[in-house]
């Protein structure tokens, strides 16, 4: 379905373009090369989260940015989760919702996910695991903490 052509009718049946589409995110587990403190990925090729469980990194391609988030939970450092059929990552403790670009929607946490530091290199992502960003600290280091994939 083309959701930029589609009619209301179409929308509300199928229940909304963007639902469907993040419904549809898929999730692998990788695993960064490098230092403990900088970790390289290649660029996801499309829209995807990307966990280094060993690292404590999710890696998101979403809406053409690529993001790199603490896997824990700001609230109280439990993991969060992706739900695939909802389209959000969530706390496993609490029950925090975020958006795929690491904004907080519902939940106990009162900020969005940590944002670590990234760089774009060729065909490459450098996440610096030492050096994140807070959005409720820092919120320009943290709206800035985004590669654009090409």
């Known amino acids: 379905m083309d959701c ?4 209301r009718r179409e929308f509300l049946q199928v ?3 963007f639902a469907l589409a993040m419904a549809g995110l898929p999730v692998f587990s990788v695993s960064g090369e490098g230092a ?3 970790r390289q990925y290649p660029i996801p090729t499309g829209d995807s989260a990307n966990i280094d469980h ?22 109280e450092n ?7 059929k909802d389209g959000r ?13 690491g904004v907080h929607t519902a939940g106990r946490a009162t900020r969005n ?7 774009r290199e ?6 610096d695991t030492t050096h994140w960003f807070q959005s409720d600290k820092n919120p320009a280091g943290w709206a800035s903490a985004v590669v654009l994939p090409a």
């Not at 990552?89 to 670009?101: E, G, I, L, T, V």
Request: glycine residues 4%; aromatic residues 12%.
């Open 4 to 7: 930029k052509n589609t009619s």
């Open 113 to 119: 996910m940590d944002r670590f530091a990234i760089r």
């Open 54 to 75: 060993q690292a404590q990194v999710i890696l998101v391609r979403f809406h053409n940015n690529v993001y790199a988030f603490a896997l824990s939970c700001p609230h």
């Open 122 to 127: 060729g065909s490459s992502v450098f996440v």
């Open 36 to 38: 403990a403190n900088e």
């Open 89 to 101: 990552f969530q706390c496993s403790k609490h029950d925090s919702r975020y958006q795929p670009d």
């Open 78 to 84: 439990a993991a969060v989760k992706w739900m695939p």
């Open 15 to 17: 229940g909304g373009c």
